[in-house]
């Protein structure tokens, strides 16, 4: 008696490789990518909420009083304004829930595309470009499933990110649930446009690099097109629906709530979703679409070195960066005129702002100033925290070994890179800096002079170099610790925002923070000693990385 062994039916599309669906595997990558991002996606998620936190709270006790709230929506009237917010509904009623709306929808969707481009691009082309795609391919995993793997998973973050987030906007401000999450929600959809273009990119590029950079392209293209058309009618005008940033912003959540627009992101995210699957089925596996130029022959005599291979892998990030806060922080710097009218008189009705910003109304605009210094340092501080990783990443992706196989030693070669981050590090606050001051110029010509600018540049440098030396010592000693470099600038935020506002906080307590030994911007004369202090736990920090990575072992990461 003989037996036919015959395979099972399977629903979806046959995948020859595997011999089930194309999707065969699919939720086991979705335990993988899970457990793998647990911390990247808590801290993502943390950010998120802990922003929403922040705004709220602030617009809910500094900015409280009706007419200092119609300060702020006449200054939202103003082109800068109109660039860095919306399209300025609910202005003639400016509370709260409005401004949170007309303020912060366009920089969550920004934070959120970010994610979104960042998550696709590491768990899809990324892995094919490492190989370890192809490692994973060799189980029975169907052609489509890492992609659909990684949406899944991205789905589920931009839902827990926008379910916190409103809750944390209903707990902390009082504002209106449905209207909460209709801006949550609408701001993660539009996100999610964004992360389907990088999918569909994935499947044009080779590289990781150039599909993250084509995605941020998209990105930043969407953010004109949204400023120009709200630029051009109060409200919005048909060039702005052609941007998804705008979509969520189209919902007037907290003034007219409508749900509409957010069917637009879905239909965006559907359609994309379908042209990736279709464009993944007629490329080759770790292949794109269009070819890769071929380089040179041989290197150029510059490319030679440590030093140079640094640079060739951070100088996108660091263009990118100049770009996007250079611009950020003029648009920034055009509003100081308006800050005195704004809400410079509300200092005397309200401690709150007195102790943040300062009790001398004459002094208001220097110190709402002195804040947004330390937005900008901030700002740098999170760029020198993600180059301090960069040679984390090299290891990881075993480029590192390679390199350390050739006549360099290890001290050499960490030591580039950090000399790379260092300098690119001093020229984004440089450009953060100066690019305030020209803000100012171009409007007034008003505000301190390019001299008290320097300034603060020069006392602010050590202390933001010191979260890229602390994250390198630990990636030297302790590589599963270096996420102490973004738990330092997170408590930072926290300490610098909210130190004072914290009664009977010990002295103790703000001396961990690099920022509390900086005097304050415009305010403050420059301490040497404090300079000097500074500078020498940063050599301290670097010479412990040189030494700590010469004596571990490479692959112990």
């Not at 990247?40 to 809910?60: C, K, M, N």
């Not at 150039?210 to 005008?237: K, P, Q, Y």
């Not at 922080?329 to 100081?336: D, I, N, V, Y």
């Not at 290891?395 to 006549?407: F, I, K, M, N, T």
Request: charged share 15%.
């Amino acid at each position: 008696m003989t037996t036919t062994l015959t395979r099972p039916a399977t629903a979806g599309p046959v995948d020859r490789a595997t011999g089930g669906t194309t999707l065969t595997g699919t939720w086991t990558l979705v335990r993988s990518i899970l457990r793998r991002d647990r911390v990247r996606l808590a801290v993502w998620s943390g950010s998120v909420v802990l922003f929403y936190a922040y705004f709220t709270f602030a617009l809910d006790t500094l900015f409280a009083d009706p007419a200092a709230q119609q300060g702020r929506a006449a200054v939202m009237e103003t082109p800068a304004g109109i660039v860095m917010g919306g399209p300025g509904y609910g202005i003639d009623h400016y509370t709260t829930g409005v401004a949170m709306a007309n303020e912060g929808i366009t920089w969550v969707v920004l934070a959120l595309a970010l994610f979104s481009i960042l998550h696709v691009v590491r768990h899809t082309r990324a892995e094919e470009e490492s190989n370890r795609a192809e490692l994973v391919r060799a189980a029975p995993v169907g052609r489509h499933a890492p992609a659909v793997a990684a949406t899944i998973t991205l789905v589920v973050a931009q839902l827990v990110i926008a379910t916190l987030s409103a809750l944390t906007m209903v707990g902390t401000g009082g504002l209106a649930v449905v209207d909460s999450f209709a801006m949550t929600l609408g701001s993660a959809l539009s996100a999610m446009v964004f992360g389907a273009v990088a999918l569909v990119l994935c499947q044009v590029t080779e590289h990781a690099r150039t599909a993250t950079g084509l995605s941020l392209a998209v990105l930043g293209i969407a953010f004109v097109v949204r400023a120009a058309g709200d630029m051009r009618e109060l409200g919005g005008s048909a060039l702005s629906w052609f941007s998804p940033i705008a979509w969520a912003q189209q919902m007037r959540a907290f003034v007219d709530l409508r749900w509409w627009p957010a069917l637009l992101s879905v239909v965006a995210v559907a359609l994309l979703l379908w042209l990736a699957s279709a464009l993944a089925s007629h490329r080759d596996f770790g292949g794109g679409l269009l070819a890769t130029r071929g380089g040179r022959a041989t290197a150029r005599a510059t490319l030679r070195g440590p030093v140079s291979l640094a640079w060739l892998q951070q100088r996108s990030a660091l263009l990118w960066s100049c770009l996007g806060l250079g611009l950020m922080w003029f648009a920034s710097g055009t509003m100081l005129p308006d800050i005195d009218e704004m809400v410079g008189g509300i200092a005397q009705d309200n401690p709150t702002v007195a102790a943040i910003f300062g009790a001398d109304p004459d002094q208001f605009t220097l110190g709402f100033l002195g804040v947004m210094m330390l937005y900008g340092a901030l700002c740098c501080a999170a760029y020198a925290v993600v180059m301090g990783l960069r040679p984390k990443a090299e290891e990881s992706a075993g480029r590192a070994e390679v390199v350390l196989a050739l006549p360099v030693s290890r001290p050499r070669w960490l030591g580039a890179q950090l000399l790379v981050a260092g300098v690119g590090t001093a020229v984004l606050l440089a450009v953060s800096v100066y690019a305030v001051w020209l803000g100012a110029v171009a409007v007034d010509g008003g505000g301190p002079d390019l001299g008290a600018y320097t300034t603060v540049l020069v006392s602010y440098l050590p202390a933001v170099l010191v979260y890229l030396a602390l994250t390198a010592a630990l990636y030297a000693w302790v590589p599963r610790a270096t996420g102490a470099g973004w738990a330092l600038l997170a408590y930072t935020f926290v300490i610098g925002m909210f130190g004072e506002l914290i009664e009977d906080l010990p002295d103790a307590a703000r001396w961990v923070s690099p920022f509390h030994w900086v005097p304050t911007a415009f305010s403050e004369d420059l301490d040497p000693a404090y300079l000097l202090g500074l500078s020498a736990v940063v050599v301290l920090l670097v010479g412990a990385a040189l030494v700590g990575f010469r004596r571990r072992d490479v692959a112990s990461t």
